[in-house]
Nanobody, 124 residues
């Protein structure tokens, strides 16, 4: 079992930055591909970023590429999402996710563990 707890969300003006953290407990993250999804009010949960368990590969959708950076510290059992140049359309609840296996990048249907989410609000 893995428990994931997100932190770092909040209110920020457009153009600003936030760094989200995802702390894991219960089992080491070293064997999981990790990622972030987000869900805006009334929308489907969508993929935001992924990083392989080795930390060697990352993946982003076009909507955040060049603005968001995912990283991980397996020794600290923590995954990060650095978000720069934030836009109002980035407003959502951001969820940390852990996926075991070779499927790449992360897919909602294959996620083994979810965090409870942290709210990011970007004002215009």
């Amino acid at each position: 079992q893995v428990q994931l707890v997100e932190s770092g969300g909040g209110l920020v003006q457009a153009g600003g930055s936030l760094r989200l953290s995802c702390a894991a407990s219960g089992r080491g993250l070293g064997i999981y591909n990790m990622g972030w999804f987000r869900q805006a009010s009334g929308e489907e949960r969508e993929f935001v970023a992924a990083i392989r368990y080795t930390g060697g590969d990352t993946s982003y959708p076009d909507s955040v590429k060049g603005r968001f950076t995912i990283s991980r510290d397996n020794a600290k059992n923590t995954v990060y999402l650095q978000m720069n140049s934030l836009k109002p359309e980035d407003t959502a609840v951001y969820y940390c996710a852990a996926q075991y296996g070779s499927l790449w990048p992360l897919e909602k249907s294959a996620i083994g563990y979810w965090g409870k989410g942290t709210l990011v609000t970007v004002s215009s």
